[in-house]
């Protein structure tokens, strides 16, 4: 089966960073797209960031880039989101997603991604 675990959420005030994981298991790690979803209260589900692991080509929404960064331990089955810079409208609960292949441009598309994990929650107080 496949597993997300996400984790490394928390409350950081503003101009702070963070660091999520994600550690992945029941899937060929190097050859999928693994990616990074939010949700903010009250508002629909954004793409924050994704890769394709069998290239390597990574992406990030335009609110993001220059502030959070994705990374991967291969060796790990691992994820990471660095997220610097938080700002308050960066507050969303975090999600881990997968998936074997999607068409790249629409990696930004939630239905996209067929394997979600729980989430982890990223509070940003000013």
């Known amino acids: 089966d496949v597993q997300l675990q996400a984790s490394g959420g928390g409350l950081v005030q503003a101009g702070g960073s963070l660091r999520l994981s994600c550690v992945t298991s029941g899937f060929t790690f190097d050859d999928w797209f693994i990616g990074w979803f939010r949700q903010a209260p009250g508002k629909e589900r954004e793409a924050v960031s994704c890769?394709?692991?069998?290239?390597?080509?990574?992406y990030y929404t335009d609110s993001v880039k220059g502030r959070f960064t994705l990374s991967t331990d291969n060796a790990k089955n691992t994820v990471y989101l660095h997220l610097n810079s938080l700002a308050p409208e960066d507050t969303a609960v975090y999600y881990c997603v997968a998936d074997p292949g999607i068409f790249t441009p629409n990696w930004r598309i939630a239905h996209e991604f067929d394997y979600w994990g729980q989430g982890t929650l990223v509070t940003v107080f000013s």
């Open positions: 890769i394709n692991n069998s290239d390597g080509g990574t």
